[in-house]
């Protein structure tokens, strides 16, 4: 049943299943280990039919997180937790390298140039949060423009966790958010003086989708979530309307354009979140609305001057049927990356004049590359597409539309692509596994010159190699494998290493630098990034190949990496672990319960790891296009046989596991975490532990300070070494 090729995995019968949780944990108890055990965990067993299958829930109560006896549960699985990781004796040393290599560089985020200063988001040197800096691109000086943690008080977190500068640059919109909650407040800050104006907007947490000035910098259009209801339950994902706002103005004032339930001839689903895109050379506005999580889009349009609130004429252009991922206005055209029979993409152009779908060009027809995004300048639209794993640019002229692919300074991935349709050329950041980012500016003649932004990283990967291969699953289906590792590794079977995965949502793991991966690699350890299906990397039937009914594909490519891993000597069952983080928590979740005895050890982060109750969650609803509906008998039956938690096998020889989450998640309830930890605590008969690590100052991840992420990494990694019995990492 968890061989190369398994069935669906069964639920354990009801008298069964409980007997099988209360005998393990007896023995459990009886067996205590040098490390302790952790604090029990009562069972309270809900029995929910679907469809005619009943389903046990022995950890239901746990999702009441607010309930005193589950806060103090939880507190005491944090506080277990900490003391035993306190005691692997490599621990401080480990964190304090990973620190050390955190620190070596500064770190920028996405960039955006505006009036001749490019703005972005510094990760610097000793500092533990992102601070918001302009620089001008001619004279090369540098200006802080907003440092969150002058608006924090003793033991709070701030984040900026999006940005927006004016088209005039004098001011930037900015949204903050406290603890990782990513619950952003809107503000505006003035660019001459870093002041920051009177208006505050609250419920404006999905801006980082996109929010768009005024093309006259008057105002701006931004997305919020309604009011809490008369019980104080607030929406953080569903039933968004796009608000007109004008600076100066009271945001009572604020006219609604678009969004759910403003227009029942225009009807919203509640998971829908519209946005609008405008352009400084354009008479048009573009709404577009995501469904969801799914990557097929609808988008509308008016002309800019009758935008007037409710009554705003707006007019459909595309609905999910046309496959459209993605678009780009420059003046009167607009550019729309469709998959409409391009499972790889294709791009089109259409002249807003005669605004017809059907009448749209071909600008770059299907091939072999899978196109990733684009952004409008004055002279061309910029292509980013993925060939082999890595980056390709591609400059595409208005007019003639002749294509032109312009060498890379390096190879590596696009992490950012940006343009200003009133200049020329564009702006993008370009990183490999072993290359730091590094911003280029790219002329209209294909040259790039470093736009000097960040200090180069001191940080020497010269000693550090990494290759592609390509490795068959359990189908015979190839699946990419991109491995990072010390020059003259031996395949002895002897190293270290840690395989993760993700595979949702179409999202590519591409080549990107982290510093702090050092700390493992100058161990002799291996990273291995298994690219299962679920990803974006090949295309769109890459990704629709572990979607809801074939889900089970995630896990299944990420066991097949680990079976590579070890036959070929790169590792052993002895010294792998396995590792997912959000959606991820299905792959992770997914391979250790099929197949426990390939991982020594293994890593939950904020996961995904009940699929049938995942839905009821604030996030639910927009997951639905994902995952499916437990509403649904054929996706039912799939989701159950992928959710990890639901398939915990009573007296299976499980890894150790470390579930970690933050309790201020607002995308994966951290009470998934709780359940997760809890059934494989009490079903686990390899006496090796199982432990829940929360951070009571983090979310979902976005937000989070360089000090969290640092200690994170340290007792994941540190347990990892501890539990593959590498020297100097044993418990004391």
């Known amino acids: 049943m968890f061989g190369s090729n398994p069935g669906p995995l069964r639920v354990i019968p009801l008298i069964a299943g409980l007997m099988a949780v209360a005998h393990f944990q007896a023995a459990f108890a009886q067996a205590r280990p040098a490390w302790g055990t952790p604090p029990a965990t009562p069972v309270h067993n809900i029995v929910t039919s679907y469809f005619g299958s009943k389903v046990n829930d022995p950890y239901r109560y746990l999702e009441q997180m607010q309930d005193p006896e589950v806060k103090g549960w939880m507190q005491a699985q944090a506080d277990f937790t900490s003391e035993v990781l306190s005691h692997i004796s490599g621990r401080a040393a480990l964190q304090q390298r990973l620190t050390e290599l955190g620190n070596a560089s500064e770190t920028i985020g996405t960039v955006v140039e505006v009036q001749g200063e490019q703005f972005y988001l510094l990760a610097e040197p000793g500092r533990n949060s992102r601070r918001l800096f302009a620089r001008n691109a001619a004279t090369g000086a540098q200006k802080l423009v907003l440092d969150p943690d002058t608006l924090a008080r003793p033991g709070e977190h701030y984040a900026i966790d999006y940005f927006y500068p004016s088209p005039n640059g004098e001011m930037v919109a900015v949204g903050l958010s406290q603890g990782g909650?990513?619950?952003?407040?809107?503000?505006?800050?003035?660019?001459?003086?870093?002041?920051?104006l009177p208006e505050s907007i609250d419920r404006a947490g999905l801006n980082h989708h996109g929010m768009a000035w005024l093309p006259d910098s008057s105002g701006f259009f931004y997305n919020r979530l309604p009011k809490p209801n008369a019980k104080g339950a607030a929406e953080r994902y569903n039933k968004s309307v796009v608000w007109r706002h004008i600076i100066g103005q009271s945001v009572d004032k604020d006219q609604a354009l678009i969004g759910f339930g403003l227009n029942s001839q225009r009807p919203f689903a509640i998971a829908d979140l519209p946005h609008l895109l405008t352009d400084a050379g354009s008479d048009f506005v573009i709404a577009e609305i995501e469904h969801g999580d799914a990557v097929d889009r609808s988008y509308y349009f008016a002309r800019l001057s009758d935008v007037?609130?409710?009554?705003t004429p707006w007019q459909k252009l595309a609905d999910p049927t046309d496959r459209i991922h993605a678009a780009s206005l420059q003046g009167d055209r607009l550019y729309l990356l469709s998959f409409q029979n391009a499972p790889r993409g294709k791009l089109l152009q259409l002249d807003m004049k005669k605004p017809f779908l059907s009448s749209a060009?071909?600008?770059?027809?299907?091939?072999?590359?899978?196109?990733?995004?684009?952004?409008?300048?004055?002279?061309?639209?910029?292509?980013?597409?993925?060939?082999?794993g890595n980056s390709k640019l591609i400059r595409l002229e208005h007019v003639s539309l002749k294509a032109e692919v312009l060498d890379l300074p390096?190879?590596?991935?696009?992490?950012?692509?940006a343009a200003d349709t009133a200049n020329d050329g564009a702006l993008l950041a370009l990183e490999g596994w072993t290359s730091p980012k590094t911003v280029f500016r790219v002329s209209p003649e294909g040259r790039f010159s470093n736009a000097e932004i960040a200090r180069a990283s001191p940080v020497n990967f010269s000693d550090i190699a990494s290759k592609l291969v390509m490795i068959k699953s359990h189908d015979g289906v190839q699946v990419p494998v991109s491995l990072l590792y010390r020059t003259g590794m031996k395949q002895d079977s002897s190293n270290p290493t840690i395989l993760s995965g993700y595979g949702a949502y179409?999202?590519?793991?591409?080549?990107?630098?982290?510093?702090?991966?050092?700390?493992?690699?100058?161990k002799g350890g291996i990273i291995a990034i298994a690219h299962v299906r679920g990803g974006g990397e090949l295309g769109e039937d890459w990704h629709q190949g572990a979607h809801i009914l074939n889900k089970a594909n995630t896990a299944l490519d990420f066991i097949a990496a680990a079976e590579?891993?070890?036959?070929?000597?790169?590792?052993?069952?002895?010294?792998?672990?396995?590792?997912?983080?959000?959606?991820?928590?299905?792959?992770?979740?997914?391979?250790?319960?099929?197949?426990?005895?390939?991982f020594a050890a293994a890593h939950s982060g904020v996961g995904l790891s009940d699929l049938l109750r995942a839905e009821l969650t604030p996030n639910g609803p927009p997951n639905i296009a994902e995952f499916g509906s437990v509403k649904n008998p054929q996706q039912f039956k799939a989701m159950l046989a992928n959710s990890p938690y639901h398939n915990v096998r009573d007296g299976a020889q499980y890894p150790a596991v470390i579930v970690t989450t933050g309790a201020n998640d607002p995308r994966v309830a951290s009470w998934m975490a709780s359940k997760f930890a809890a059934r494989l605590q009490a079903a686990s008969a390899s006496s090796k532990p199982v432990l829940l690590r929360v951070d009571y100052n983090t979310g979902h991840g976005m937000g989070s300070g360089k000090e969290q992420v640092v200690a994170e990494t340290a007792d994941v990694w540190s347990f990892f070494l501890w539990q593959m019995d590498v020297p100097g990492f044993a418990y004391k």
């Open 308 to 311: 007037k609130g409710g009554a």
């Open 564 to 598: 590579y891993l070890i036959k070929n000597g790169y590792t052993s069952s002895t010294r792998l672990a396995g590792q997912g983080r959000s959606a991820g928590g299905i792959t992770i979740g997914g391979a250790i319960n099929r197949r426990p005895e390939l």
């Open 181 to 196: 909650s990513e619950n952003s407040v809107l503000r505006i800050v003035k660019f001459s003086d870093s002041s920051l």
């Open 506 to 522: 179409g999202i590519t793991m591409s080549p990107g630098f982290d510093p702090m991966r050092l700390a493992w690699l100058e």
């Open 410 to 417: 390096f190879t590596g991935s696009i992490r950012q692509l």
């Open 361 to 388: 060009k071909v600008a770059i027809k299907p091939g072999a590359d899978v196109l990733r995004n684009m952004a409008a300048a004055k002279d061309a639209v910029y292509v980013h597409a993925l060939a082999g």
